[in-house]
């Protein structure tokens, strides 16, 4: 083999080199931002928004108006109906109370956690999202829902 | 390395300069609409939009209530805000990240206009109309509630004007306006000749209509000074009922009417005959 070949042998293998690697680099950039990650988030916030704002008058606002034996638990069945099994969900229901013109009371409403939840959760969580509502009832009690939605793999 | 070799690596060059180039450009459009698809300000407005109807819907209940209670409009009127400055509050910490900013401000508002109508009272066989002048119900700049009471046609409400800015989002000058109301119009009240029984026709509307759930539990007469048991409420369609009173007294009659809707919002009509 004369040097003229050997040369041409390496600058193939550079050609081949560069063009696999600019190949890798371009497969690389396009896998980390994936749109339906993105969107998958913004779902997950308009899902529990549009979720607290549909259910808060007809029923919820009913469960809180007679709070009787583990009401909590009727919120946890009405939202695990509603959500699709791969979405679990954590929610938290605070009251605020005027006590007089410069003093307001907020307080946690819920015994217990409203959730979905394992207590033992450690699986691969995809995405999260979450909405506040402000709600009045009919008897002019005030109440904060805020409703974490989490997306899990399978 | 000869000049006739460099070529491949030049085109590969290019190659892989366009190869990176595309990526960056499929990359720089993935993430493109994420940046502007910001809904957190609509959830507010929504939020607002919807449950401002609600606080001054109660805070009228409550201030309705406490009037009837003490007759002191202007104590009445502070109690009720206190419920919507707590949900003002309630808002500003719920919202917190986006830095909003809320105003509700008692803009008043003209409710209703002068008119006139005719009540017509019936006793045994002879019958009188009576000419009732309704004069305008205005809510006064300043206040949020007032209510005109103890006449044949009665009337509660409630009017604010609210508006946000939400600097975090760059949403500025979103505002509207609100009003709740009861109204009650007392039209025709019939006696027999046998003092048997009163029929008492009333007309009840809301700001979005004829009410149509008005329950029997929730309707007290008194005629002259004594508090008589509705015997029935029928529902006639378009907000008018007619209430039944067994065994009334010889006129003349002085009546209070006081109603209470399903929202806790109270009014009271007075007819003398």
């Known amino acids: 083999m004369n040097c003229s070949g050997q040369f041409r042998i390496i600058e193939a293998l550079i050609t081949v080199i560069l063009v696999i690697g600019s190949m890798t680099i371009a497969i690389n950039i396009q896998r980390i931002p994936s749109s339906w990650i993105i969107y998958s988030r913004r779902e997950l916030d308009d899902m529990a928004f549009n979720l607290l704002d549909e259910i808060s008058v007809p029923t919820i606002s009913n469960i809180l108006s007679n709070q009787t034996g583990k009401w909590e638990s009727d919120i946890s069945l009405l939202l695990g109906t509603l959500l699709p099994k791969t979405v679990y969900f954590n929610m938290t229901i605070y009251e605020f109370t005027p006590i007089n013109e410069s003093t307001i009371v907020m307080k946690m409403l819920n015994r217990f956690a409203i959730t979905n939840l394992p ?3 450690v699986r691969d969580i995809y995405e999260s999202g979450s909405a506040i509502y402000i709600f009045t009832s009919s008897n002019g009690r005030i109440y904060m829902l805020v409703l974490t939605l989490i ?4 | 390395m000869n000049s006739k070799g460099q070529l491949p690596i030049i085109v590969a060059v290019i190659l892989s300069g366009i190869i990176i180039f595309s990526a960056l450009t499929s990359y720089k459009v993935s993430i493109f609409p994420k940046t502007i698809e910001d809904t957190d300000w609509m ?7 919807k449950d401002f109807k609600r606080i001054l819907q109660a805070s009228l209940a409550n201030f309705t209530r406490s009037y009837f209670k003490t007759g002191d409009r202007e104590d009445s ?8 400055e707590t949900w003002k509050f309630a808002f500003s910490l719920a919202y917190s990240p986006l830095s909003l900013k809320i105003s509700i401000s008692p803009s008043g508002s003209i409710i209703s206009k002068a008119s006139i109508y005719t009540l017509q009272f019936k006793y045994g066989s002879s019958t009188t109309l009576y000419t009732v002048y309704v004069s305008s119900f205005t809510i006064q700049r300043g206040s949020i509630f007032n209510c005109s009471w103890d006449k044949p046609y009665s009337i509660s409400a409630s009017h604010a004007s609210i508006s946000l800015d939400i600097i975090g989002s760059k949403v500025y000058g979103w505002n509207n306006s609100y009003t709740s109301l009861l109204s009650l119009n007392v039209t025709k009240i019939i006696v027999d000749g046998n003092l048997n029984e009163m029929s008492i026709t009333l007309i009840l509307n809301s700001e979005t209509g004829p009410v149509n759930n ?17 015997g029935s409420l029928n529902y006639h369609g378009v907000g008018i009922y007619n209430a039944t009173i067994k065994n009334v007294p010889p006129p003349p009659y002085t009546i209070f009417i006081t109603l209470t809707d399903s929202r806790g919002i109270i009014v009271r009509s007075k007819v003398t005959v």
């Open chain 2, 214 to 230: 008005l329950s029997i539990n929730n309707v007290n007469i008194t005629i002259n000074g004594i508090q008589r048991d509705v």
């Open chain 2, 77 to 84: 009127e502070g109690n009720a805000r206190i419920h919507i």
């Open chain 1, 151 to 154: 997306r899990v793999k399978g």
């Open chain 1, 119 to 121: 207590g033992n959760f």
């Open chain 2, 43 to 49: 959830h507010l407005i929504i939020n607002v939009d």
